[in-house]
Structure formats: structure tokens, C-alpha cells
């Protein structure tokens, strides 16, 4: 294998290590002590799982989480009135809405009840606007773990061709945005299922971000000598060696790809750890400007 593996475990650790100390100079400066809170309607497994593990990381972050969690059929005015109570609620600097919400709930309307201030997944029109404009705002955390990811690895954009394959409103277009900005200063190309020929694309990148939840959407012969490839994907594919009968794979093909890349992050333990991190970034920067603004007497 010719390529460095890019530990986002390690790098995650890093990350929630300066959020912690973070945390514990907020609070003595100020006395604002980071609070996340966490909707969760209903009992999907994997929705149980992440907001288990994201609460988790609060603590261990020394931030406040509170669990909201409601009945699958409690209904949308429901929901939407603890997003109100949450947004009023000055214990709480962030709110998350775990996703994809039970059917019958209009998600869309759902983040946009959400206080911009309080958005700490970046995904209201309000966020992803001052994104799309370069001004502040809460970035995407698996897209913001994306480049955190590059910059800590020492992998260079400004002036390297990135292809990006995927365009959802929270992984694929954000990471556009963010390598299109001035401060990352690629040149991007956007591949989605309407692309004819994506591997003459991909044979052209500096850098691949594959974002399709597709195994097998990059193949090695695909990666130019040399390349950085990001692996955003979490797929489970079928395993008879496992006793689950799975395993979790990226969209790339790991060890083919590591034989012709510079850089390249397994799945799990490349993007997957960041997503958590990031979150625990934005709610820490969310609690501080709260107590800026609570100083300023705003
Ligand atoms: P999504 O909403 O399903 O979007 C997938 C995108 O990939 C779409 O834009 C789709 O194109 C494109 N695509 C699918 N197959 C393709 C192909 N063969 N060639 C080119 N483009 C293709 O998924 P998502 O929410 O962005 O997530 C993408 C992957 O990342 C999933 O595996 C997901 O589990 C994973 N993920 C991981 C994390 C993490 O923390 N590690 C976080 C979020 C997501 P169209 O627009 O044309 O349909």
C-alpha cells in the first residue's frame, strides 16, 4: 500500500480534546456552560444509536445535553412546538433534530424552525445561504470534518482540482462551497447520477470526496497517481465472515485506491469520527457567541 492513511479517529480525539479545554474557558471567563439538546421522534435504531454517541460526547466535552425524546406519532405541531421551547431556552446554545424523522413529518419545515443561532447542523436556509455567500455561519459538520480532516492531514487544495461525487444539501454541496472558497481554493467539479462518465472525471482529481452511498463508486483505476481520496460513504455490504453477516464499507475501493493514492481515509475511522467532533466545534462556538452577545447586553 502506497498511500498514508488518514487517521480521522486520532484526529477526532485531537478535536474533542480543544473543545473540552474550550468548554472549560468558557466557563470560567463567563460562566456559560455549552448546552446541546437533542430531539429524537421515535425509535429507529440508528437514530438511537447516533444520538446516543452525540450525547455522550457532550458529556465527555464537560457540555450540558439535554435528550429530547418523543413518540414517532407525536405529530408535527408537536415537534415543532419543542423547537420553539428549545430556541427560548437559554440553557441551550445548539439543537439538533436527528434525521430522517419518522414518515408523516415535513423535515424541511422542522430545520426551519430552528433559531439560526441555535443550528448547530448548519442545515437552515439562513446557514446555508451565508455559506453559499462566504459569511459566517454554522458549517455542515461532515462536510466542516471534511476539511478539518485535509487541513490536519497537511493535504494542500488551494490550486489542486477536486471532484466532488455527490450533491445533497449535507454532505455533497457544502463541500463544494467549502472547496470553492477562497480560503480553500480548489477548482471543483460536481458529480451526481446525472453525470456520463464519472471515472473520466475522477481520473482528472487532485482530490476525490466520494459522497454517493455507493460501494464500489470508485474503482483504483479511476485514481490519478498521487491523489488525496476522502471516503465519505457508510454502506453495508454483505459479509459471510462476519457473524452479523455485514460490515460497513466507503464508496471507494479501499485497497486498490490506496495502491495509486497519496492520502486516503478508511471507512469506518476516516470521516465517520469527525461528524461528532464538528458538532461538538459548532455547539462550542454557538454557547460563545451567546455569551458575547449576553455581555454586549444584546
Ligand atoms: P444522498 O442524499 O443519497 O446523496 C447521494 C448523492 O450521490 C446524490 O447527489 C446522488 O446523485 C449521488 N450519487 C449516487 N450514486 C452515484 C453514482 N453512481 N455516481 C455519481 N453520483 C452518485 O446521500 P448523503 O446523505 O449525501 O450521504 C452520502 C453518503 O455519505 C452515504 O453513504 C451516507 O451514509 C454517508 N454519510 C456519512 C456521514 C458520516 O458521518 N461519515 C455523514 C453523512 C452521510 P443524484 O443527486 O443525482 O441523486
Known amino acids: 500500500m502506497k498511500a498514508k492513511i488518514i487517521d480521522g479517529k486520532a484526529i477526532a480525539a485531537e478535536l474533542r480534546a480543544e473543545v473540552a479545554a474550550g468548554v472549560r474557558e468558557l466557563e470560567s471567563a463567563t460562566g456559560v456552560k455549552p448546552g446541546l439538546a437533542v430531539v429524537l421522534a421515535g425509535c429507529d435504531p440508528a437514530s438511537v444509536s447516533y444520538v446516543t454517541a452525540k450525547e455522550k460526547a457532550c458529556a465527555e466535552a464537560g457540555m450540558r445535553s439535554f435528550d429530547i425524546r418523543l413518540p414517532a406519532d407525536a405529530g408535527q405541531d408537536a415537534l415543532l412546538e419543542r423547537v420553539r421551547s428549545l430556541n427560548a431556552d437559554p440553557e441551550v446554545h445548539g439543537i439538533l433534530v436527528q434525521l430522517p424523522l419518522p414518515p408523516g413529518y415535513d423535515a424541511q419545515a422542522v430545520i426551519e424552525a430552528i433559531s439560526p443561532e441555535k443550528d448547530v447542523d448548519g442545515f437552515t436556509p439562513e446557514n446555508m445561504g451565508r455559506l453559499a455567500i462566504g459569511r459566517d455561519c454554522f458549517i455542515p459538520c461532515t462536510p ?26 449535507i454532505v455533497g454541496k457544502p463541500l463544494a462551497l467549502l472547496l470553492s472558497r477562497k480560503d480553500a481554493n480548489a477548482t471543483v467539479t460536481v458529480c451526481h447520477t446525472g453525470t456520463p462518465d464519472l471515472a473520466e472525471h475522477v481520473r482528472r482529481a487532485d482530490i476525490v470526496i466520494a459522497a454517493a452511498g455507493r460501494p464500489g463508486t470508485v474503482t483504483g483505476d479511476m485514481v490519478k497517481p498521487g491523489a488525496a481520496v476522502v471516503d465519505v460513504g457508510v454502506n453495508r455490504v454483505p459479509d459471510a465472515t462476519r457473524e452479523r453477516g455485514w460490515r460497513l464499507a466507503g464508496d471507494c475501493d479501499f485497497a486498490a485506491c490506496a495502491e495509486k493514492a497519496s492520502f486516503i481515509t478508511p471507512v469506518p475511522g476516516g470521516v465517520g469520527p469527525m461528524t461528532i467532533a464538528m458538532l461538538l466545534c459548532n455547539t462550542l462556538q454557538a454557547a460563545r457567541r451567546f455569551a458575547a452577545a449576553g455581555a454586549r447586553g444584546a
Open 144 to 169: 466542516h470534518g471534511v476539511m478539518e480532516l485535509l487541513a490536519r492531514a497537511g493535504v494542500e487544495t488551494a490550486g489542486r482540482h477536486a471532484v466532488v461525487i455527490g450533491r445533497s444539501n
